[in-house]
């Protein structure tokens, strides 16, 4: 059976300037398009995100994911970090945000997931669109209304997160599924990205650059010379044919639908 939707993609990962160690973790391999940001020092944020991704790449391969596989994974990702952080690996914990290929009747769907401050775009029509929420204090101050956008990016709370997987936290994930268009392209990063550069200067990037892996090593690239102050992450994902009825490749026209389900309040940790 043809998939419902084809993709083309880019991924390159970097520890920064002022980290000897990269805690980051990716997996960039259809169906499944993940970074994960491990935290809690002495190599306990490495082995908390590798064994995160570990769980899921059992998938790899697979023409699309349904829901309950995320979850299943995710749940077995939980007891492999618990049991990190039970083994002398202190407060071990990740972040985890992507996107899964997924189909409905036959037509290319993204399903997107987060847990914590490493964000998933879209970046489409030549705008670039954050799918996800960060599970953070500064972005439930936005939300209050305490903080403004602005000010959030130099507040010392930015890097204070709710929710994780590990970490003495017990916060679930969100999910958004939405209809794939042809041409879309969405960009998966740790914040090691987007604590350095602006989203209108990664949407000047995504416009300039058309191959997706050039785009995530100049993405990688303007990080650095940011000042590349954290492990830096990122995928570029392209839509190169999507379903959108059974059987007929092209493109959708549908909008995005979101689900925008409200979110649960969680221990966190800080990185």
Not at 105 to 134: C, H, K, P
Not at 197 to 203: H, K, M, Q
């Amino acid at each position: 059976m043809r998939p419902g939707l084809v993709v083309s993609t880019g991924s390159a990962t970097h520890p920064g300037l002022r980290r000897a160690l990269n805690e980051d973790a990716h997996l960039a391999s259809a169906p499944i398009f993940l970074v994960a940001d491990g935290m809690g020092g002495h190599e306990a944020g490495e082995r908390a995100s590798a064994a995160v991704i570990a769980e899921f790449a059992r998938y790899i391969g697979r023409s699309a994911l349904e829901l309950d596989d995320v979850r299943l994974a995710l749940s077995l990702a939980r007891e492999s970090v618990e049991e990190l952080s039970t083994s002398g690996n202190g407060r071990a914990g990740t972040t985890l945000s992507g996107v899964f290929v997924a189909s409905v009747d036959g037509m290319g769907y993204w399903l997107a997931l987060n847990i914590g401050d490493s964000r998933t775009y879209r970046f489409a029509d030549g705008e670039l669109e954050q799918i996800t929420v960060d599970h953070s204090v500064v972005q439930e101050l936005i939300e209050s209304g305490e903080l403004t956008v602005e000010d959030a990016v130099s507040d010392r709370r930015r890097n204070i997160i709710t929710r994780a997987i590990g970490a003495s936290s017990t916060g679930d994930a969100d999910y958004w599924m939405f209809p794939a268009e042809l041409g879309d392209r969405m960009l998966v990063c740790s914040d090691g990205l987007t604590s350095e550069v602006a989203d209108a200067r990664i949407r000047e990037i995504l416009i300039a650059e058309k191959d997706p892996q050039r785009a995530a090593d100049v993405l990688i690239d303007e990080a650095v010379s940011a000042g590349g102050r954290d492990n830096i992450t990122v995928l570029v994902i392209d839509a190169v044919s999507v379903a959108s009825r059974p059987g007929t490749l092209m493109a959708t026209d549908t909008d995005i639908d979101q689900d925008t389900r409200p979110r649960e309040a969680a221990a966190g940790g800080v990185r």
